[in-house]
């Protein structure tokens, strides 16, 4: 089965009892046992639940992995992988990762006796400068948040696999339909299927895809003591979203470039980072790497933060909201959102100027999307009137 057969048909047949075509929502904390002598396939759903099974089925077969296990959210996920480290490792953590894996790594490691560094995952040899015979793991994500910056996993783990780091990659942004880092040599995947895998933005979840049985037992067992597990209703809402993934994509990459374009012809907009576009600095490892080049773009207006804030305030179909990855189109202010726990300093070391926007570029038709943010840019320095967002629509 290719892709998007994969994403609609496994683990997915028509249910047991009355055929129908999509399964219920087994919203059961136990199940009865027929006997003492006849353990049953699940429990109790802390353990295990059918929908869980098979969204787990699905994204395993999405990710090219042998093995899924799904989390209450993405950081769950990440947590998971981290639990493989005990007292006395070092871990790499890349200088663009995700705020919240960089608090992980900055705030709960250390606690547990765990060093840390970082590493420029633009640099791949840069692994070499700060890995020592403690690194047992190492984690990147890309394309990177707010920036994109897109990194060559097989370069990664390369280097990686030569000084024995367990590899993870947290693939969010480009989601399995667009890039599938197992098949690069990744050990493990994360993903937060809050974002594109669920697609809808009406959930909450996480998933630890791999190859390795020893790792998937150990993130398996990990969900299950600490209780870190999606609901059945989170799973079925998932796998609803999921069989659209394939479509969604494409529309999103569509969307995006389209979009990239007209900012980057707007006289408003200072610089426009997308990876589909020829300017960007990783656009040939984009190019080879991915199969799309995703829903993400970041650009800054021309002008002063005051100018930035008031486009963000001034979309109405782009809502002014955090998070990515669902079908509707979202516009972030990174210094007050995303990035708001960083100091000015941080993230201007960061490539995050405060003139900089960043889009969650959806499903609607181009044609308003681009009319909408056309609208917005034009009222760089002036007061706005007509309210933003959920203002508007409301
Ligand atoms: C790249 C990336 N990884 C992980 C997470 C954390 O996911 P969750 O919010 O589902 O815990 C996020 C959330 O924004 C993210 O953008």
């Known amino acids: 089965m290719n892709f998007a057969t994969r994403a609609i048909r496994v683990a997915q047949d028509p249910d047991r009892q009355y055929g129908a075509v999509i399964n219920p929502i087994w919203q059961s904390a136990t199940f009865a046992w027929e006997s003492l002598d006849d353990i049953p396939e699940f429990d109790y759903t802390r353990v295990a639940n059918p929908n869980r099974d098979s969204l787990e089925k699905v994204i395993a077969a999405l990710e090219n992995g042998q093995f899924c296990t799904c989390f209450a959210s993405g950081m769950a996920a990440i947590v998971a992988a981290f639990s493989l480290l005990q007292a006395g490792d070092h871990v790499l953590v890349a200088s663009d990762i995700y705020g919240g894996t960089f608090r992980v790594a900055e705030k709960l490691l250390p606690r547990q006796g765990i060093r840390v560094d970082t590493f420029d995952s633009a640099r ?13 793991l190492l984690i990147f994500e890309t394309p990177s948040n707010p920036n994109l910056r897109v990194a060559d996993i097989a370069a990664v783990v390369s280097v990686a696999r030569e000084l024995g780091i367990l590899t993870v990659f947290d693939n969010t942004f480009a989601s399995p339909a667009l890039q599938r880092p197992l098949d690069l040599g990744v050990d493990i995947v994360v993903h937060s299927t809050t974002k594109y895998i ?8 996480g998933a630890l895809v791999t190859n390795d049985e020893d790792i998937a037992t150990r993130a398996f067992e990990y969900a299950k003591t600490v209780g870190a597990v999606p609901s059945p209703f989170d799973c079925w809402l998932t796998l609803r979203g ?17 979009l990239a374009r007209f900012l980057e012809s707007h006289p408003k907009v200072a610089s426009v980072t997308y990876p589909g576009l020829a300017s960007h600095p990783d656009h040939e490892i984009a190019a080879r790497q991915m199969s799309g ?3 993400m773009i970041a650009f800054e207006v021309v002008g002063t933060p005051e100018d930035a804030k008031r486009v963000a305030e001034a979309t109405r179909l782009f809502l002014l909201a955090e998070s990515l990855g669902g079908v509707e189109s979202l516009i972030g202010y990174p210094p007050l959102m995303s990035h708001a726990t960083m100091t000015e300093e941080e993230r201007v070391a960061r490539g995050i100027p405060p003139t900089m926007l960043r889009l969650s570029v959806g499903i609607e038709d181009i044609d308003d999307l681009i009319a909408d943010l056309d609208q917005a840019l034009a009222k760089v320095a002036e007061p706005i009137r007509e309210g933003h967002g959920l203002a508007a629509v409301r």
């Open 124 to 136: 791949p040899e840069s692994i070499f400068e700060v890995a020592g015979p403690e690194t047992k």
């Open 198 to 205: 669920s697609g809808h933005s009406d959930i909450i979840g």
């Open 242 to 258: 999921v069989k659209t993934l394939s479509v969604r994509m494409q529309r999103h990459c569509e969307n995006a470039l389209a």
């Open 293 to 295: 080049f995703g829903g």
